[in-house]
């Protein structure tokens, strides 16, 4: 166990070897936690989260080790995703008898995912407490961030917000604080995390926040479900949350796109050398060499978002069709772009891209701009001519 407060502790798992997460969706560079907590109260010992799925024996086993399993009292449920809830029906076999708190659709869910009976639930909502003695657990749902079952649990009389999926990153470090991590990846990791997972759910996120400050308590320290733990001046993640939830965007334009025969790549760099021109930053990522976290997350910092293909097959390429169903996901505001793209007979695939670029929340900027095969001279001046105007519309 580390303690990390007087009568709060850390008893999860450090996964260092983690390098995808939600299947194949997230790709997890430096790693992550299933940060499971243990609150000591006078008069009762709250466990709160457990781990995945694969990590349950050790993590048990630490339980038992350190606090000794017949000491919890009871554990709070935040959100039933296995990250969080996998080692919940080991722990029962062994504590059969452990009340677990959770919202109503965490039992449901708990229900529907690892069956058999689940009378042990007491459901709360938000307002509900739990009195430890000494300490309160004040539950406050959150659904939506990012999952209906979730919920976040403040401890009064420790200034302490263990906040579930709110706040977190994917990242392990050799210690647990904020303060301790590289600053570089930890901002870096904090703002990935926010716009593959939290950012669809944007309108939610200023709603909670002011719900919570609306409750006059004092915070100190946020405690997420995944990543360091925020002690030293914990309210920077929630100012960038609020940022980052308002329509966010950088001086930046990001050209993403496929190429077979290296047009439509030559259009790509022909519209990144106009937005240079201007000084704005602009990156060019070819989507089938890379990596789709990593594409959402600049997308999500990017005033301007350029998409190309080549038609393949009266279509979009695979790699496009990929990254354009992403963008759809992240429900983007305030961002504008045009799509473009090589083709040799039919010359679809630029139409396509700025339907689905649409679709995906971005308002259109241009085009689309079509190329028969490669471009000449002329026609690369017209696209380099296309991103400086693109650019200084949005300074």
């Known amino acids: 166990?580390?303690?990390?407060?007087?009568?709060?502790?850390?008893?999860?798992?450090?996964?260092?070897?983690?390098?995808?997460?939600?299947?194949?969706?997230?790709?997890?560079?430096?790693?992550?936690?299933?940060?499971?907590?243990?609150?000591?109260?006078?008069?009762?010992?709250?466990?709160?989260?457990?781990?995945?799925?694969?990590?349950?024996?050790?993590?048990?086993?630490?339980?038992?080790?350190t606090i000794g399993l017949q000491n919890i009292d009871c554990l709070i449920c935040q959100h039933t995703e296995t990250d969080h809830s996998g080692a919940i029906s080991a722990l029962l076999e062994k504590a059969p008898d452990l009340p677990i708190f959770c919202t109503a659709k965490a039992k449901q869910f708990l229900e529907s995912q690892f069956h058999g009976s689940w009378d042990s639930c007491i459901t709360v909502k938000t307002g509900d407490k739990l009195d430890l003695g000494g300490y309160e657990l004040l539950f406050i749902e959150a659904p939506m961030l990012h999952w209906p079952d979730s919920m976040m649990?403040?401890?009064?009389?420790?200034?302490?917000?263990?906040?579930?999926?709110?706040?977190?990153?994917?990242?392990?470090?050799?210690?647990?604080?904020?303060?301790?991590?590289?600053?570089?990846?930890l901002w870096q990791e904090a703002i990935k995390y926010y716009a593959n997972i939290v950012s669809p759910y944007a309108k939610i996120v200023k709603p909670k926040i002011d719900q919570f400050a609306g409750l006059g308590e004092p915070l100190d320290m946020i405690c997420p479900s995944h990543g360091v733990i925020w002690r030293d001046e914990p309210m920077q993640i929630i100012h960038k949350y609020l940022e980052w939830s308002a329509a966010y965007k950088e001086d930046q334009i990001v050209i993403i796109y496929d190429t077979m025969w290296l047009e439509t790549k030559a259009m790509a760099e022909a519209l990144g050398r106009g937005v240079a021109q201007t000084g704005m930053t602009v990156k060019l990522i070819n989507a089938a060499k890379s990596d789709m976290t990593h594409m959402l997350t600049e997308a999500f910092r990017s005033a301007g978002i350029l998409v190309g293909s080549p038609t393949v097959n009266n279509g979009i390429s695979h790699a496009m069709a990929g990254i354009m169903e992403g963008l759809k996901h992240l429900k983007l505001t305030g961002k504008q772009g045009a799509a473009f793209g090589s083709y040799g007979w039919s010359g679809e695939g630029a139409g396509i891209l700025q339907t689905r670029l649409e679709e995906a929340g971005v308002a259109i900027a241009g085009g689309p701009f079509k190329q028969v095969h490669m471009p000449n001279m002329e026609e690369l001046e017209k696209l380099e001519a296309f991103g400086r105007q693109f650019a200084a519309s949005l300074r």
């Open 153 to 185: 649990t403040y401890v009064s009389g420790m200034g302490t917000l263990l906040s579930n999926d709110a706040f977190g990153q994917h990242y392990v470090t050799s210690g647990f604080y904020n303060d301790e991590a590289d600053q570089c990846l």
């Open 1 to 65: 166990m580390i303690q990390l407060k007087e009568n709060l502790f850390w008893v999860g798992v450090k996964d260092w070897e983690l390098e995808k997460f939600h299947g194949d969706e997230y790709t997890t560079k430096n790693g992550s936690t299933y940060n499971s907590y243990l609150i000591k109260g006078s008069d009762k010992t709250a466990l709160v989260d457990t781990c995945w799925g694969p990590y349950k024996e050790q993590y048990l086993a630490h339980l038992e080790n």
